[in-house]
């Protein structure tokens, strides 16, 4: 199957900082990507839709400003934890669609945050 | 986006066939169903995707009955090593499917 990437694996920063995470698709062109979070013994839940070249799409509940993504080319889309608080210590996960065969959606491995 | 439920949890001993079935009444004409493995502290795996009938791929056969209103997952002979939650999901085909939303998943434990 396609690979997706994150980076870094796992963060640990200071409250009120910011941080970022890469996803990037590797073999392919996502033209969308998708970021999620998971809490521990949780399911994931869909944070927001990044499209390429416009704004991304938030779900209900998620502050636009606290999480900022950007999705500047293809194959590259950043979800930045602003003013990070210990409340957003969380496992995020992101996906890409491959737009070949049917739109099959890959994950990245996760990358883990601990706000301190 | 069609909603999907799975059995909470199920246990298994190694060598053993398991079959995890997922309900989706309310499947659309142009959703297919897909299925991930994900393991703890891990993003979720691809396992297998079908629209109707039956695919094998080397890890799992998918089973859908002629109403798609369900899907059953098929693990040959599993080891210790399958122990995970298993997610099934359903999602449209050609860029309108949205998002996949995640149900509770279906831990599997397997045993010795």
């Known amino acids: 199957g396609a690979v997706v990437s994150q980076h870094p694996s796992r963060v640990i920063c200071k409250s009120g900082t910011s941080v970022k995470i890469e996803c990037r698709s590797l073999?392919?062109?996502?033209?969308?990507m998708f970021w999620y979070r998971q809490f521990p013994k949780k399911s994931l839940m869909l944070m927001a839709t990044?499209?390429?070249?416009?704004?991304?799409?938030?779900e209900q509940g998620v502050e636009k400003d606290k999480f900022l993504i950007n999705h500047a080319s293809l194959t590259l889309s950043t979800l930045t934890v602003t003013s990070a608080h210990p409340e957003d210590s969380s496992f995020y996960i992101c996906?890409?669609?491959?737009?070949?065969?049917?739109?099959?959606?890959?994950f990245g491995p996760g990358t883990r945050l601990t706000v301190l | 986006l069609a909603k999907t439920t799975q059995p909470i949890s199920m246990d298994s001993y190694e060598g053993q066939e398991v079959n995890i079935t997922c309900s989706h009444n309310?499947?659309?004409?142009?959703?297919?169903i897909t299925w991930y493995q994900q393991f703890p502290s891990q993003g979720p795996r691809f396992i297998i995707q079908?629209?109707?009938t039956k695919v094998t791929n080397e890890v799992a056969s998918l089973f859908i009955p002629a109403d798609r209103k369900s899907s059953t997952l098929s693990l040959p002979r599993v080891s210790l090593s399958d122990t995970a939650v298993y997610y099934c999901?359903?999602?449209?085909?050609?860029?309108?499917?949205?998002?996949?939303?995640f149900g509770k998943g279906t831990k599997l434990s397997v045993k010795p």
């Open positions: 996906s890409a669609r491959d737009p070949s065969g049917t739109d099959t959606q890959y």
């Open positions: 999901l359903v999602g449209g085909y050609g860029g309108s499917q949205g998002n996949l939303i």
């Open positions: 079908g629209y109707k």
């Open positions: 309310n499947i659309a004409t142009n959703d297919y």
């Open positions: 990044s499209n390429e070249g416009s704004k991304a799409t938030y």
């Open positions: 073999d392919f062109q996502a033209t969308t």
